[in-house]
């Protein structure tokens, strides 16, 4: 454990409709709701769409006919990604400790920035949602407390409030754990809420009032962390080292169900460059592939792929992939959407040459891989797309062929 801190939550507030609205000032002040894909589920909502009743997560086919007033819009990740750095780095000007927890949520180590800015906390969260505001269009609410919990649940109280910032200070501690049920407990959640409930812990005040041999014995040293958190001890330090991410993914629904087996490769190569120029940009490659294909009635089907080596170029993880979804596909079958999931990550910087691997094609094939994140950067997004294409197809302008067209 270490000594006690100042630490700030900034959390997006509906970070995907926020970026809509960005993009598209005419749709702030309607209801908005953010959908996963052209026939997934709600993954965000305006304060309007909220108030119209459209609940988190139903599927569109649905909220369309239940609330037809609201706008629905699919997601577009690529965006939201560019809109959250530009958040980040306004956080990383402030103050030197940030921990980017995720795409629209950020811890920040405010500790002696009042002598820094001559200014109190909460006078420096209010310029500093002001600056997020006026420079990206952004707006948040800001948790300010003695640990990363107690901040978490300070940001989230916010959104209630009129100025959308608030202090869990020394006085204020115990009146937020008495309002806290359980289950809004930082690391807690439903499963484990339910549980404690059982137990007779409905609160985040019972929680810290019960014995540490009881908690240890229930639930371990998790379990006496999180109570310490919640006593204003952190336990959880602020960490700006960016940690790799266990996975990275890519998939979208159809705009028609297909079973045409040439138009799923096409539609899963797009997800595999998606994810390849993520993974270039963090200088990593992966070790395990798997591929996700779902039909029109909502069957999920999952086939991942150890690969012989480690690679983060289209053509090589395309070879393992269409296996797989040749495996998955029956020709009978309507499928709604396919996808791609790359796991098991190794930085470049520590990768070792094999004596037996084509280490000369390795590097045409990253430099290729670079040259695709060159132009995209220049001339936008998927100006050059790889795709599979059928031998009897004539070949289409804007697309790179299969690997096997390619040679």
């Not at 507030?13 to 589920?41: A, T, Y």
């Not at 949602?129 to 407390?145: A, N, Y």
């Not at 869990?168 to 484990?192: N, P």
């Not at 709604?336 to 691997?357: H, K």
Request: net charge positive.
């Amino acid at each position: 454990m270490t000594n006690q801190k100042y630490i700030a939550l900034i959390d997006c507030d509906s970070f995907f409709v926020s970026c809509e609205r960005k993009l598209n000032p005419e749709l702030k002040g309607l209801p908005v709701s953010v959908v996963s894909g052209e026939r997934g589920c709600i993954i965000s909502r305006s304060k309007e769409a909220k108030m119209l009743g459209v609940p988190m997560g139903i599927p569109l086919f649905q909220a369309v006919e239940k609330f037809p007033e609201c706008i629905y819009i699919s997601a577009n990740h690529y965006n939201y990604t560019k809109i959250s750095k530009q958040v980040m780095s306004i956080l990383k000007e402030i103050s030197p400790n940030v921990e980017i927890y995720s795409i629209d949520e950020a811890f920040v180590d405010f500790t002696g920035l009042t002598k820094l800015y001559k200014k109190n906390y909460f006078q420096i969260a209010k310029d500093l949602q002001q600056r997020i505001l006026d420079e990206v269009d952004i707006p948040v609410s800001i948790g300010i407390s003695k640990t990363k919990t107690l901040a978490k649940l300070a940001s989230d109280k916010a959104k209630n409030t009129s100025t959308r910032i608030a202090l869990a200070g020394k006085c204020s501690i115990k009146h937020l754990l008495t309002y806290t049920d359980i289950q809004e407990v930082w690391g807690i959640g439903r499963r484990l809420g339910v549980k404690l409930r059982g137990l007779g812990v409905r609160t985040a005040l019972d929680y810290i009032n019960k014995d540490e041999k009881w908690i240890q014995q229930k639930f371990g040293k998790n379990g006496l962390s999180v109570k310490a958190e919640l006593q204003g001890i952190m336990v959880s330090p602020i960490s700006n080292k960016e940690e790799l991410p266990k996975s990275i993914s890519d998939t979208k629904s159809f705009l028609e169900f297909s079973s045409d087996i040439q138009f799923l490769k096409n539609e899963l190569s797009i997800h595999i460059h998606s994810c390849c120029s993520r993974l270039r940009k963090i200088d990593c490659k992966c070790s395990t592939i798997g591929v996700i294909l779902k039909t029109k009635d909502f069957r999920t089907l999952y086939l991942k792929e150890q690969l012989k080596t480690p690679t983060n170029f289209e053509f090589e993880i395309s070879r393992s992939a269409f296996p797989l979804l040749e495996k998955m596909f029956t020709p009978n079958d309507l499928y709604r959407s396919v996808g791609i999931v790359l796991e098991d990550f190794n930085e470049n910087s520590q990768e070792q040459l094999q004596l037996f691997d084509n280490n000369e094609k390795k590097e045409q094939n990253e430099k290729l891989g670079k040259s695709l994140d060159i132009l995209e950067k220049k001339f936008g997004r998927n100006i050059v797309r790889t795709g599979f294409v059928n031998k009897n197809v004539p070949f289409k302008q804007g697309f790179l062929t299969s690997p096997q067209d390619v040679e």
